[in-house]
C-alpha cells in the first residue's frame, strides 16, 4: 500500500506520522525532543531539528513513502549564508527580543499600523520574521553582511531533504513581508530594514498548495506549511468553523475567501495551505501557565486536570492574567502574570481552575476579535495538547457558552503535513483527501447550565486585563 508522512517539526519536538494514503489510517510515528528555550531569547539550533527528523523517522521505521511534508513553527528566522550554511542559531516565533525593531518598523512605513495591514495582512510584533531581521542588521553586523538567504524553519528543513530553498503560501504570510492579497513578496517592506540590499533573491521561492519542491530517496516532497496551516488541514477545516488550538501558546483561527487586514495586529491576516485565507490569532501563554500552575501545586497534568475540575466556576473569586513570558495578544512583550482576589482561604483547586480559565479567556478574547474577519459560527473544534485535558475541554464549552468538537485525530499537525503529501502524490485537493480519511469526526463537549456565571468568568478577566494594560 502507498504511504505519506507528515512531519510537524515545533518548537518542542520533531513528530513523524505516516499513513496510508488511501485510507489515511496511521501506520507509524516517532517523535524527538528539541532544545529546551525561554523567552524572551528563545533560539535553537536548526541542526538540532535535523537531528530530531532522524530520530523521529528511525523511530517510525524509515519508511517508503510516496511522498512527505513538513510542517514547521511559524515566524523563526534561519539566517543563511551564500553557501546556504547556518549563521547562527533561529530566533523562534516566541523570541521577543525584537520588540523595539517591531515599533521602529510600524514608524518607518508611512501609514503605520493600518499600512502595514494593508500591505500584508499583519502589523509587527516581536513574534514575526520580519522584526528579527531587524534586530539582526542593528544587533549582530557581522552576521548581517553574511546574510545572503533568510528561511522559516520548515523552508530550511525542506532545503535539507531536497536542495531547494522554497516556501508555500502559508507559511510565507507569516513573516511581514509576502501579501496574501497580492499573493507576492513586498520587497519595499524588507526594504525598511535594509534599502541597499536586493531582496529577490534572499527570499525562497513560494510554491502552489499541490506543487512539490523535490525529492528525498525516491519520495516526492511537498512544499509543506506552517503548523497552523496544517493543524487545518489536518481537521478538515470548513467554512464557518473555527479552531482554538492549546499547546504550549494558543491560537485561534478560521477559513475566509477574503484577505484580512487588522489595522489593530490582533487577528494576523495569514494564507492557508490551499489557496484561501487562514485569519488567525495568536497568544504566547496556553499550557505553559497549566504546566507552571502544575509545579507550583505538585501535580502532573492528570492531577492538575482534577483539581481544576473540582473547583467552580470563577475559581472562588480567583483571577489569573496568564502573560507569564510576555504576551503577543494584547502586543505587551515585557508583561508578566498577575493573580488577583487572593484570599487567606485559597485552596489548590481555586489555583488550578483559575489558571485554566485564564487560558481560555484569553483565547475566547482572540475568538471575539475573529469573528470580524471570518465566519465563526459553525463547529468550535479544540486541538492541541490541552485538548487531551478534560478541564480545557469543558472550561472552553462552559465559557463560550458553545459545543465543542475535540477531533478523535491525535497529533493534527502531523496529520495535516500527512494530507498535503497525499493531495502532493495524488495530484488532488487537500479538501478531498481530508474528506476521504474521514477527519472532521470527534467527541462532543456540552457547555453547563450556568450561563451567568461563565459571564462573571470573563468579566473579572476582561477587568484584570484592561486595569494591567500599559
Not at 86 to 103: C, F, G, H, M, Q
Request: aromatic share 4%.
Amino acid at each position: 500500500m502507498p504511504l505519506v508522512a507528515g512531519i510537524d517539526s515545533s518548537t518542542t519536538a520533531t513528530k513523524v506520522e505516516v499513513r496510508d494514503l488511501d485510507s489515511g489510517q496511521v501506520v507509524g510515528g516517532g517523535s524527538s525532543p528539541h532544545p529546551p528555550t525561554r523567552p524572551p531569547r528563545s533560539e535553537q539550533p536548526p541542526a538540532a531539528w535535523w537531528a530530531a527528523f532522524e530520530a523521529a523517522w528511525q523511530q517510525a521505521g524509515e519508511p517508503d513513502v510516496a511522498a512527505l511534508s513538513v510542517a514547521g513553527q511559524q515566524h523563526g528566522m534561519v539566517a543563511l549564508d551564500a553557501a546556504r550554511h547556518v549563521i547562527r542559531p533561529a530566533k523562534l516565533w516566541n523570541d521577543t527580543e525584537s520588540a523595539p525593531e517591531a515599533a521602529w518598523l510600524i514608524d518607518r512605513l508611512s501609514g503605520g499600523r493600518r499600512a502595514w495591514a494593508e500591505a500584508c495582512g499583519l502589523v509587527p510584533v516581536a513574534s514575526f520574521t520580519i522584526t528579527k531581521l531587524a534586530w539582526l542588521r542593528r544587533h549582530e553586523p557581522e552576521a548581517w553582511e553574511r546574510l545572503a538567504h533568510v528561511a522559516l524553519p520548515h523552508d530550511w528543513l525542506t532545503h535539507e531533504l531536497t536542495g531547494r530553498l522554497a516556501t508555500d503560501r502559508g507559511d510565507a504570510s507569516g513573516t511581514g513581508y509576502w501579501s496574501a492579497a497580492s499573493g507576492a513578496y513586498r520587497h519595499d517592506l524588507l526594504a525598511l530594514v535594509d534599502p541597499e540590499r536586493d531582496w529577490a533573491p534572499v527570499v525562497p521561492t513560494v510554491l502552489g498548495p499541490i506543487e512539490a519542491a523535490g525529492d528525498w530517496n525516491g519520495a516526492l516532497v511537498a512544499p509543506g506549511t506552517g503548523d497552523n496551516m496544517a493543524g487545518a488541514l489536518g481537521v478538515g477545516l470548513r467554512a464557518g468553523d473555527a479552531v482554538v488550538s492549546i499547546g504550549t501558546s494558543g491560537t485561534v483561527y478560521g477559513v475566509s475567501d477574503q484577505p484580512a487586514a487588522d489595522p489593530s495586529g490582533i487577528v494576523a491576516g495569514f494564507a492557508d495551505a490551499t489557496g484561501r485565507h487562514l485569519p488567525l490569532v495568536c497568544t504566547l501563554n496556553a499550557t505553559k501557565v497549566t504546566d507552571a500552575a502544575g509545579r507550583l501545586l505538585g501535580v502532573d497534568h492528570g492531577g492538575l486536570d482534577r483539581l481544576a475540575l473540582a473547583g467552580s466556576p470563577g475559581a472562588g473569586g480567583l483571577t489569573l492574567l496568564p502573560y507569564l513570558d510576555g504576551e503577543r495578544t494584547p502586543d505587551r512583550p515585557d508583561a508578566t502574570g498577575v493573580l488577583a482576589g487572593l484570599r487567606s482561604d485559597v485552596g489548590r483547586e481555586q489555583l488550578a481552575r483559575a489558571a485554566v480559565e485564564g487560558v481560555v479567556c484569553g483565547l475566547l478574547d482572540g475568538l471575539d476579535a475573529l469573528a470580524a474577519f471570518a465566519p465563526t459560527g459553525g463547529q468550535l473544534i479544540v486541538v492541541g495538547g490541552g485538548a487531551r485535558s478534560r478541564a480545557y475541554r469543558q472550561v472552553l464549552a462552559d465559557l463560550s457558552g458553545r459545543q465543542v468538537l475535540v477531533p478523535h485525530v491525535g497529533e493534527q499537525v502531523a496529520t495535516g503535513a500527512c494530507v498535503q503529501a497525499a493531495a502532493v502524490a495524488a495530484q488532488s485537493e487537500p479538501a478531498d483527501i481530508a474528506d476521504a480519511w474521514k477527519l472532521g469526526s470527534g467527541d462532543l463537549v456540552e457547555p453547563g447550565p450556568d450561563a451567568a456565571a461563565a459571564a462573571d468568568v470573563r468579566a473579572a478577566y476582561a477587568a484584570l486585563r484592561d486595569a494591567s494594560g500599559a
